[in-house]
């Protein structure tokens, strides 16, 4: 889920003067310069003093920071616009407690974040815990985790960094998927599909359900022979499997760009366009409603195992996922997803032919984009099977989908 970054070099303390320690050493060079100049002894020691206090507050700030060592937790997986847990667990190695530490982790820029510990025992370990959230899918790079001090007088810091730095997969927004009504409209628009479900046919992998028995071919398997019913025939009798309808899902996903899916749109398309002024939405939030909605099929999918569900994505490199549903399958599907961006031009030749040459399972074809007609058109004379086509810009014509609370009308 998270993909580790190259690790950083060996930590190094990094020293820097913050304002306050600016504003003392300020501060310490007039006095000085005034008491040297106007011969005023009491004032130049006051300012020598202060800046021994400076030099001694440089020594001593984060000498002991190596001794310190953390670990960083996020909860995954990570979905954008839903809150998620970010854990900090820091060790003293040290027989002697800690003050004034400053523990920063440079996340991204929503998610960066802060703690201020007094103390840290000896040989103790302090776990923190933040609650936060992103709202921006893709890759994101997470910075480390650093800890300073300027501990006692808080003039002069030193800072080291504890944690290499991450890039992390944030998912897409998931909305929410009326699984029983996308089964109905799968079947409603295609009825070949309809009635293969209907009536099932005999396939010799699928042994679940006795459909009765039937005198023996060449190539039946010998475990099907029912030697009872054969001895009372006079001729080898097999049982015959009834093939039960399995929930495969072909879903394709085509990103090309609004101006190439409306060069091939058709005139009623056109019409539809221009008297419905709601359909006039920005391409990105296009594009998002369309990665939202993949995503969602896919996680709601793969909650139900030992299906097949192939994903089909024509971006700007095409990408076609094929295996058995699960939970694996399901982060898979939506961190390929994550990291799609809005192509220009979609390489959709390049899937099609990959989708030609794939021994697809038996199933529905899904074909969602920008311009879902002549997709589902092409599909068709490709495949051979029916398909069916979802205009991205016709998602509040739909029963079985709820768009993400950001992306709600």
């Given amino acids: 889920m998270i993909q580790q970054a190259r690790a950083l070099a060996p930590p190094r303390c990094r020293f820097h003067v913050p304002v306050e320690g600016r504003w003392f050493l300020l501060i310490t060079v007039v006095l000085l310069v005034i008491g040297l ?5 009491l004032l130049a020691l006051l300012a020598c003093m202060m800046l021994a206090l ?3 507050n440089a020594l001593l700030a984060g000498r002991r920071l190596r001794h310190l060592s ?34 920063d982790d440079h996340g991204p ?32 790079p997470w910075g480390p985790l650093v800890v300073s001090s300027g501990y006692p007088f808080g003039l002069a810091r030193r800072e ?31 009825l070949t599909v309809s009635r293969s479900l209907q009536h099932p046919r005999r396939h010799p992998s699928a042994q679940a359900e006795f459909h009765g028995l039937r005198a023996f071919r ?22 015959e499997f009834e093939d039960v309808p399995s929930d495969n899902l072909i879903l394709v996903l085509d990103l090309s760009s609004n101006n190439e899916a409306r060069g091939t749109m058709n005139d009623e398309s056109h019409q539809r366009l221009a008297s419905d002024s709601s359909c ?4 990105a939030s296009l594009l998002e409603d369309a990665i939202s909605l993949a995503a969602t099929i896919c996680w709601e999918w793969c909650r139900q195992k030992d299906e097949r569900f192939v994903l089909a994505v024509a971006g700007t490199e095409p990408a076609l996922l094929d295996a058995i549903t699960g939970n694996e399958l399901g982060l898979c599907m939506l961190e390929c997803l994550a990291v799609q961006e809005d192509a220009a031009a979609a390489d959709r030749t390049g ?13 529905p074809v899904l074909a969602i984009g920008l311009d879902s007609v002549s997709l589902g058109r092409t599909l068709y004379a490709l495949l051979n099977r029916p398909v069916v086509s979802l205009d991205v810009a016709n998602l509040s014509q739909v029963d079985f989908y709820e768009r993400p609370a950001i992306h709600a009308s």
């Fill in 70 to 103: 953390a670990h960083r937790y996020l909860g995954r997986p990570i979905f954008a616009g839903k809150r998620f847990c970010l854990e900090i667990s820091l060790h003293n190695q040290r027989r002697r407690s800690e003050y004034g530490l400053h523990l």
């Fill in 351 to 363: 899937l099609l032919q990959r989708l030609a040459q794939a021994p697809l399972p038996r199933g």
């Fill in 280 to 283: 006039i939405v920005p391409r």
């Fill in 109 to 140: 820029e929503p998610a960066r974040t802060s703690w201020l510990l007094p103390v840290v025992s000896s040989r103790a370990t302090l776990r923190l815990a933040e609650e936060m959230m992103l709202g921006r899918r893709g890759r994101q």
């Fill in 218 to 239: 060449s190539g039946d398997s010998p475990r099907w022979i029912h030697w009872r019913t054969s001895a009372r025939c006079g001729e080898l009798m097999v049982r």
């Fill in 54 to 56: 400076w030099v001694l």
């Fill in 37 to 41: 100049v106007k011969t005023i002894n």
């Fill in 160 to 190: 080291i960094p504890l944690t290499p730095s991450e890039e992390i997969i944030v998912l897409p927004r998931l909305g929410r998927l009326h699984r029983g009504r996308l089964r109905r409209f799968l079947a409603r628009s295609s």
